[in-house]
């Protein structure tokens, strides 16, 4: 295809504005699906997905669209909507020329859209305002079409308007995105050059590579490289989605497809390299690579320790599919065995979660997600801490933390509540900007482990719902933060160990001995819980002594009865574990993990 008719875009939009219903209606307007495969988002088949254990979602779409006699092929490629996969949004981008902004007409811009934006306005971005939903009796397209020409700097005028439900307007939407996104442009004759935004895994066909050709041309059958890397692969097959996998002879400049090579797993090919010809390969990467790097950790333990095995296997069939996953097996006292996993973020770490119990069928437990922290000693030793429980013993001169730096939208009317909230966060406020009259852009830098605790529901609960964050990694600062040991009888509890900040520290103690004290079981014996910094008590709470005993309940006589309880006291006692030498029920941990 002749670049000068091709045009890479994408959309962003806030969850739920509506991108994957006008991804539909475009696919039908242009008649790349043709009206009897018409179903309800096409391009999210996430059910026959998990069904079938296979991906086969789409991540780049050709459609053609004619304007003024001229056919051009439009490519649609799709950005991850999650906080957490930053690098991925933006290598989504780096493919794209323009991109459509996608807002919803009830309900304004949120926190999610203006990253994104950003994003893209980084990239060099055309930008294409869009109203969706305009068929709602709620929509107020005036007023969002004037608060969105005002942050892009357009005219309101310039805003279009449609609705993905009906369709009106999706077709002055297909025109300007050729008239008004520049065409991709490139070295036909350079060594190729293909930036990878995304690597899927299939059952079938192994990994799914998504490239954009930047210069020269990617030819079926021929041998490539991972520039990153060295690594050579035959390419095995090329093509395009339309939106069905259809095979070509190669991809030329400015084209999107996809390739497959037979590896088998996504960190042979990984988001944001750069693929080229391995005979003639070029010097220079499309842009700089950086590995996805865990952020937050959390120990993911087997409810009913005979399932650690099929844990071990589910986490290594979902790597697959995931490079940012990683993990290590890990032993707790409290716990068991388990795993302790990193991932780019508190979705990231949900996601996984929830995908394990769900399609590999585990009950988990997963510890208090933490943060990275690096350790300087003051002998000049330096650690890296990603599980409180191994937090370096001796003198400490500095801990650093990492940082975010967020963006909150929200009602003026929540102004307030929100900047309270994120002083009591350790957050400090780098600006601030009114969209329209009545809504509020805050941006602040704060310590990633303050968002990780519990920022999102207490920013939900002090707006009534109404705020949106997003945030984006931002460097690590020093921070007076200590290490809270829990002890049961003088022994520690590794599960409950946490890093906080030294203000915050005698808080954590108290709730942390208060919610054990009301769910571990009293003993034979008197058993003093205790908040410990080192060796110094904050906190302390003690299970008074009770003496227990079952068949005194059995008034003589009854032998089965009493076999019966025996039986189910015994069966009591295999989900005890043993802190020491006291009994502790496994329930009472999961509960005292789970509550807020
Ligand atoms: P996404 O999260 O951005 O992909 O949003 P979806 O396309 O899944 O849409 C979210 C919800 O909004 C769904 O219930 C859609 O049916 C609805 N929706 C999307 N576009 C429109 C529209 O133009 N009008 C109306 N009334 N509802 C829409
Ligand atoms: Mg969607």
Same mark, same amino acid.
Request: aromatic share 6%; glycine share 8%; with cysteine.
């Given at each position: 295809t002749?670049?000068?008719?091709? &045009?890479? !875009? ?9 991108k ?18 018409m179903r ?5 088949r996430m059910d @026959?997905?998990?069904?079938?254990g296979? $991906?086969i ?9 004619? *304007? ?8 649609m @490629?799709?950005?991850?909507g999650?906080?957490?996969?930053t ?11 323009g ?5 919803d007409?009830a309900?304004?811009?949120?926190a ?7 994003l ?13 939903? @305009? ?6 397209p005036?007023?969002y079409?004037e608060? /969105? ?12 308007k449609?609705?993905?439900k009906?369709?009106?307007g999706?077709?002055?939407v ?8 520049s065409?991709?442009?490139g070295?036909?004759?350079?060594p190729? &050059? ?8 299939d059952?079938?066909r192994g990994?799914? $590579?998504y ?5 020269g041309?990617l +030819?079926s059958?021929e ?5 990153? $890397?060295g ?6 097959? @090329? ?5 069905e996998?259809?095979?070509?002879k190669?991809?030329?400049?400015g ?14 090919s ?5 693929v ?6 070029a010097?220079e990467p499309?842009a700089g690579?950086?590995?996805p790097k ?16 099929a ?14 996953l990683v ?6 006292v ?11 973020g508190?979705?990231h /770490?949900?996601?996984?979660?929830d ?16 943060? *990275?922290?690096?350790?300087?000693m003051?002998?000049g030793?330096?650690?890296?801490? $990603? ?6 013993e001796?003198k ?6 990492p940082?975010?730096?967020a ?16 002083q009591?966060k350790?957050?400090?406020m780098?600006?601030m ?5 009545d &809504?509020?852009?805050l941006?602040? &830098? /704060?310590?990633?482990?303050e968002i ?9 609960s002090r707006?009534?719902g ?5 945030y ?10 200590v290490?809270?040991d829990?002890?049961?009888?003088g022994?520690?509890?590794?599960a409950f160990?946490a ?11 108290v709730?942390?001995v208060? +919610? ?7 003993q ?6 205790q908040?410990a910094?080192g060796s ?10 009770i003496r227990?005993?079952v ?7 009854d032998?089965?009865?009493k076999?019966k309880?025996?039986? +189910?006291? +015994? ?6 574990k043993?802190?020491?030498?006291v009994e502790v029920?496994?329930?009472? !941990?999961i509960?005292?993990l789970s509550?807020?």
């Amino acid at each position: 295809t002749d670049p000068a008719l091709i &045009r890479n !875009f994408c959309i962003i939009a806030h969850i739920d504005h509506g991108k994957s219903t006008l991804a539909d209606r475009m696919l039908q307007i242009t008649g790349a699906v043709k009206p009897r495969d018409m179903r309800a988002q096409y391009l999210d088949r996430m059910d @026959i997905e998990r069904e079938r254990g296979i $991906t086969i979602k789409s991540q780049a779409v050709r459609m053609p669209w004619e *304007v003024d006699g001229t056919p051009h092929a439009l490519n649609m @490629i799709d950005t991850p909507g999650h906080v957490d996969f930053t690098y991925e949004v933006s290598r989504s981008l780096a493919a794209c020329e323009g991109t459509l902004l996608l807002v919803d007409a009830a309900q304004g811009i949120e926190a999610q859209t203006l990253a994104n934006l950003y994003l893209a306005l980084e990239n060099d971005l055309t930008i294409i305002p869009v109203l969706n939903k @305009i068929d709602l009796p709620a929509a107020q397209p005036e007023k969002y079409a004037e608060e /969105l020409a005002t942050l892009i700097g357009a005219e309101p005028e310039d805003v279009l308007k449609v609705s993905g439900k009906t369709g009106e307007g999706v077709e002055a939407v297909l025109d300007r995105i050729v008239t008004e996104i520049s065409p991709p442009v490139g070295d036909p004759e350079a060594p190729s &050059r293909a930036m990878i935004f995304d690597s899927v895994y299939d059952t079938y066909r192994g990994v799914v $590579t998504y490239v954009r050709v930047v210069d020269g041309m990617l +030819k079926s059958r021929e041998r490539i490289e991972m520039l990153s $890397t060295g690594t050579t692969h035959d390419l095995l097959e @090329i093509g395009v989605s339309s939106p069905e996998p259809t095979p070509s002879k190669g991809l030329g400049v400015g084209e999107v497809g996809y390739l497959i090579t037979g590896v088998k797993d996504v960190r042979q090919s990984k988001v944001g390299d750069t693929v080229t010809n391995a005979q003639k390969p070029a010097t220079e990467p499309v842009a700089g690579y950086s590995e996805p790097k865990p952020m937050v950790f959390s120990g993911l333990f087997p409810v009913d320790g005979s399932d650690y095995p099929a844990l071990r296997d589910a986490l290594d069939k979902l790597k697959l599919n995931d490079a940012a996953l990683v993990y290590e097996p890990e032993t707790s006292v409290a716990l068991g065995f388990g795993f302790r996993c990193g991932f780019l973020g508190l979705l990231h /770490l949900e996601i996984t979660r929830d995908r394990l119990e769900r399609e590999f069928d585990l009950s988990l437990i997963s510890t208090a997600p933490s943060v *990275v922290y690096r350790v300087v000693m003051e002998d000049g030793s330096e650690h890296t801490v $990603t599980n409180p429980s191994e937090y370096p013993e001796g003198k400490v001169s500095h801990v650093y933390e990492p940082m975010v730096r967020a963006t909150v939208l929200t009602p003026s009317d929540f102004v307030g509540a929100v900047m309270e909230l994120c002083q009591s966060k350790r957050g400090q406020m780098q600006g601030m900007d009114y969209l329209s009259e009545d &809504r509020v852009e805050l941006r602040y &830098r /704060l310590p990633l482990a303050e968002i990780v605790f519990d920022f999102f529901d207490q920013l939900k609960s002090r707006t009534k719902g109404y705020a949106s964050l997003d945030y984006a990694e931002d460097g690590e600062a020093a921070s007076a933060l200590v290490k809270v040991d829990i002890l049961l009888q003088g022994d520690q509890v590794d599960a409950f160990s946490a890093v906080v900040h030294k203000d915050k520290a005698y808080s954590y103690g108290v709730s942390m001995v208060g +919610k054990l004290k009301e769910l571990i079981p009293r003993q034979q014996f008197e058993v003093p819980v205790q908040a410990a910094v080192g060796s110094r008590i904050i906190a302390r709470e003690t299970i008074r002594a009770i003496r227990k005993d079952v068949l005194s309940k059995c008034y003589g006589g009854d032998i089965s009865r009493k076999r019966k309880l025996l039986e +189910k006291q +015994k069966e009591g006692k295999k989900r005890m574990k043993m802190v020491g030498s006291v009994e502790v029920p496994q329930e009472a !941990f999961i509960a005292a993990l789970s509550s807020d």
